[in-house]
């Protein structure tokens, strides 16, 4: 056959209703954001998806037509605007691409803007309509994907990342092109089902690494993969911060040929996952307890793991509450945090290095998130247009700017304020900043579940439970459109294990 024309695309984003923040392209820009040529010059050498699906497109005799790709982390809504202008860019660059053999997404699963509850089924209808019917779709999600029957109904192929840490994002990508390239050449026939339990989860105790409640269900994954029964199986855990219909835990199988396949190993997978739901529940702290546990300890740095400030789960990454906590109870201990607040930063360069102020950090954002910490502050590094780039997961290799930044110190604690947020993986905007994290007696982190990693060998970790908009207490959160019965707002019920 002549040479198959493959048309590649990522458009990626996790939303998070709790949060009341729209976003803008900026905040995509600050990320990655390429276009048509600019794709493969940008992407090719970096842990993304669309570098992993490139390495194997090229080592195959396959004409690439990239459409567009883009990750925007993760926040409230995208607002209308941005998001039809990248949906309309994406599908036009499609249209006029005129025939392809095959389509390659790498979507997030979790997309929503203003007035659009599921971006990835709309995107994935209107990429059907213009490739037709037979042309295979592929689609890789984050494992945090809330999967639609819209996605499997429109893509033969969809799969998840297998880690969390998401450090497999280019081998995703890698498995996702490959499937397809079979599929173009006639050596596979994908089909595609899921199946969902009524039931959300806290991001804490889902690491794919060790032996945690994951464990058993990778190993089934792994194991209808290798004994043949099917050519992908997919678990993903859901962004819980989604107040939807629809949402919940789910599984996703591809078959060759055989939805009725596709759908048992569904549903084996998500009945396994109802039955360890309760071990993904996680023990939290108050600020106050893992402060006074923490001194008691030898060494640091004591991780305050402030986890509704979850930047890569949709939160501002400007909580000052952990800020406040350490303020009164270990003002004489060394101690680092990161807080997004621009009008700090711009105060900061008025004064200049080694200047002081008044200053009032944080918490501008989500109503009901924490106060503002008022404090009197030393100006002790000022860096404009600060930028770093990802060591590892979902952007390793990306260079990914915080804007304008700071370090303030208030005794012995260093805030670092950016004027951007930032996905947050490891230390990297520490380092580009100067401060050493692992040298702190406390550390405050805003993430669930990278931390545990990053700083493995740290003398404790401590999840906090405090207020924002990536709590781990889902039973606490208002919920209103989320369906009900759900897990762990409600147990002991009768699940019914929707299907698509
Ligand atoms: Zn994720």
Redesign the pocket.
Known sequence: MSKPRIALGALLF?GNTLSPVITERTDFASKYLASGEEIPAKLASTNTEIGGALEIFRGADVEIVPLIATHGGAGGRVSGKCYRAFRDELLERLRSASKVDGVYLAL?GAFIAEGIDDAEGEILAAAREIVGGDVPIAVSC????HITPAMTRHAQILIG?RE?P?DDTHETGARAATLLLRTIRGQIRPVSRFRRAPMILP?QRQRTKGDGPMREIIDLARARETDGSVLAASYF?V?PWLDLPGVGVTAVAVADGDAAVADRVAEEMVQLHWRKRREFLVPTETPVDAIRKGRALTGGPVILADAADCV??GASGDSAVVLRALLEHAPDQSAAIHIVDPHAVTRAREVGTGGRFRARLGNRVAAGAGAPVEAEVVVERVEPKASFRYSGG?MGGVEASIGDAAVLAIGPIKVLCASLSSYEYADEPFQALGIDARRMKFLVVKNPMNYQQAYAGAPAMFVLDTPGPTTCNLAAVAWRRLDRPCFPMEDGFEPVFAAG
């Open positions: 996790e997030h984050d494992l945090h994907g990342y969390y998401h991001a855990c962004q890569g789960g979902l």
